[in-house]
């Protein structure tokens, strides 16, 4: 049993003490217990023991002599008090589980970054600072896994090719310059995401370059024939409304958007319905928009998941998340917002 008489839920947003550092060193040293025995005993996490027991760990001599290593507890509470100088002003949480509670939830439940959550919760400390405090795991109970834009590296796609059927005034060199400064609104940018198959649903994502107003359609195939079929459904939804909504689409080389005749042709009119451009090959950053977007979306659809056992009711609750998520850009306003104000 532990010595100390404390509540274990309190403690474990809280550094280990001096006497908590007395107490590993016995146990390691002397009774030679394990990292999650240690663990236990303090109610802290096996990792925070692991990071403590590496902290304190200094090679003594034996009674022949010889080489060995424990843990210090002086060694330990040095460094812990150097590193405390260095990290700058506390968070000043103390045993506040409530405001914890609730940034482990928005930032775990309701997918939203540390930038956001500072300003929602007006902390007194910086975005910046609650991410470092994030990723040393000292005060959140969150992993790695946990926070958003966690990347994982893969190798190249291959199979995807840059198609030489697209004329040149196609280019985005040639988009107007209204909506490469996003001066108006109506210039939009687009991609699919691909779910676990090849071979299955796929979600068509649009973004507006001036608001960042989010549209996610989901459609049968990643072939043109789908991404026109989608639009066509839009057109008929919104009817005159959509050509003052829809001006200009930019999407990348890939072969699924080479057929730009079939994907311009309007479905109510003669005249086409937008003008498409394309990207250089290899550059997504002329997307911008659209990849952080889809960047977004990752935090409710993971990579993997198979966009077939998606419900349309999901895909809607994401666009609306998306759309009424406060964004730093517009001074913590929300994409539904700015649109109001033009």
């Known amino acids: 049993m532990c010595l100390l ?20 060193q016995r146990w390691i040293n002397k009774d030679k217990k394990s990292n999650r025995e240690i663990a236990e005993l303090l109610g802290k996490s096996e990792r925070t023991i692991r990071r403590e027991r590496s902290r304190g760990r200094v090679v003594v001599k034996d009674y022949l002599w010889e080489d060995k290593i424990e843990y210090s507890e002086i060694v330990a509470q040095e460094k812990y008090e150097y590193n405390l100088k260095a990290k ?121 370059r001036m608001t960042r107003e989010e549209i996610i359609v989901k459609i049968p195939s990643k072939h043109a024939e789908s991404v026109s079929k989608a639009f066509n459904k839009i057109e008929r939804k919104l009817g005159a409304k959509f050509y003052k909504k829809f001006k200009t689409i930019t999407f990348d080389n890939g072969i699924e958007f080479q057929n730009y005749n079939l994907i311009e042709k309007s479905c109510l009119r003669k005249q086409k319905r937008f003008e498409m451009y394309y990207a ?47 964004r730093p850009m517009f001074d913590y306003k929300s994409s539904n917002m700015v649109k109001l104000e033009i």
């Open 5 to 24: 008489d404390y509540n274990k839920e309190i403690k474990k947003y809280k550094h280990l003490t001096k006497v908590e550092r007395s107490m590993i």
């Open 88 to 208: 700058g002003q506390d968070l000043k949480l103390g045993n506040n589980l409530k405001k914890v509670k609730e940034i482990e939830r928005l930032l775990k439940e309701e997918k939203k970054s540390p930038e956001v959550v500072k300003e929602e919760l007006e902390l007194n400390y910086s975005a910046r600072t609650l991410r470092n405090y994030i990723k040393s795991g000292e005060i959140f109970n969150l992993t790695k896994d946990d926070m958003i834009y966690n990347k994982k590296y893969k190798t190249k796609n291959k199979e995807k090719r840059v198609s030489k059927m697209i004329p040149a005034e196609k280019s985005i060199e040639f988009r107007p310059e209204e909506g490469n400064d996003r001066s108006v609104y109506g210039h939009w940018e687009g991609d699919l995401i691909i779910g676990k198959r090849r071979k299955e649903s796929v979600l068509l994502t649009l973004t507006e």
């Open 280 to 326: 250089h090959p290899y550059c997504s950053g002329e997307r911008g928009s659209n990849e952080n977007n889809n960047r977004m979306i990752r935090r409710w659809i993971p990579k993997g998941t198979s966009i077939e056992e998606i419900s349309e009711e999901f895909i809607k609750y994401v666009e609306d998340w998306l759309n009424n998520y406060l």
